[in-house]
Each structure stands twice: as structure tokens, then as C-alpha cells.
């Protein structure tokens, strides 16, 4: 299984951009995706998550309200929206794929990690 998460960059605090994580090697629509993030020096955290057929998502508090995951399984891909932007947001964003169809904000849930995209917020 390859993932590969693009889109990142810098923007100015209040900004967006929309990541990408395209996906090959395995049936993307079985499963679901995550979203995390690592800022420096800090533990990797969970972002977002969406369920197999977009059914379900669901989101860490910090986020709430300003990011949208949703996935395009006939392109194998998987997207997080990101609005309002801050500078706390700024790390690197990983995509990963569940284990089963539906999952949660636990590491355990994933045992497909794609290497990140550096997300920079100015103030």
C-alpha cells in the first residue's frame, strides 16, 4: 500500500488549503482514512477521519468546525479541507488507512501511514 499526502504550504493565519492523499496497492473503498498531524517537538495527533463510504466522519476538537475530510473513492483519494487557518495548525499532515471500515482517532485503528505534507500558518 502506497500512500502520498500533497497540498501543503505556507499560508497566512485565517487562510486555507486543501490536502490530498492518493492512494494505490489496495481497495481504497473498503476501508477507512485518517487524517493526523505532528507539529515540532510535539506527538503525532488525530485530525479527521471518514468512513469507507463517507457515510461517517468525524473530527478532533481543535478542528471542529474549520476542517472537512471527505474521500473520492473512484479516485482512490482522500481530501481534508482546511479553513480559518492558525498558526497551532501548523505541522505535518499524514494520511493513513484503517484497518476496517469505519475508525476512530486511535493509532491503533491504522497500520498504513503515508509520509506528510508540511502545512506552515503565519500569524
Known amino acids: 500500500v502506497q500512500l502520498q499526502a500533497f497540498g501543503g504550504g505556507l499560508v497566512q493565519a485565517g487562510g486555507s488549503l486543501r490536502l490530498s492523499c492518493a492512494a494505490s496497492?489496495?481497495?481504497?473503498?473498503?476501508?477507512?482514512m485518517g487524517w493526523f498531524r505532528q507539529a515540532p517537538g510535539k506527538e503525532r495527533e488525530f485530525v479527521a477521519a471518514i468512513s469507507w463510504n463517507g457515510g461517517s466522519t468525524n473530527y478532533a476538537d481543535s478542528v471542529k468546525g474549520r476542517f472537512t475530510i471527505s474521500r473520492d473513492n473512484a479516485k482512490n483519494t482522500v481530501y481534508l479541507q482546511m479553513n480559518s487557518l492558525k498558526p497551532e495548525d501548523t505541522a505535518v499532515y499524514c494520511c493513513?488507512?484503517?484497518?476496517?471500515?469505519?475508525?476512530?482517532?486511535?493509532?491503533?485503528?491504522?497500520?498504513?501511514w503515508g509520509q506528510g505534507t508540511l502545512v506552515t500558518v503565519s500569524s
Open positions: 496497492g489496495r481497495t481504497f473503498s473498503n476501508y477507512a
Open positions: 493513513a488507512t484503517a484497518r476496517t471500515g469505519v475508525a476512530g482517532p486511535a493509532d491503533n485503528e491504522y497500520h498504513y
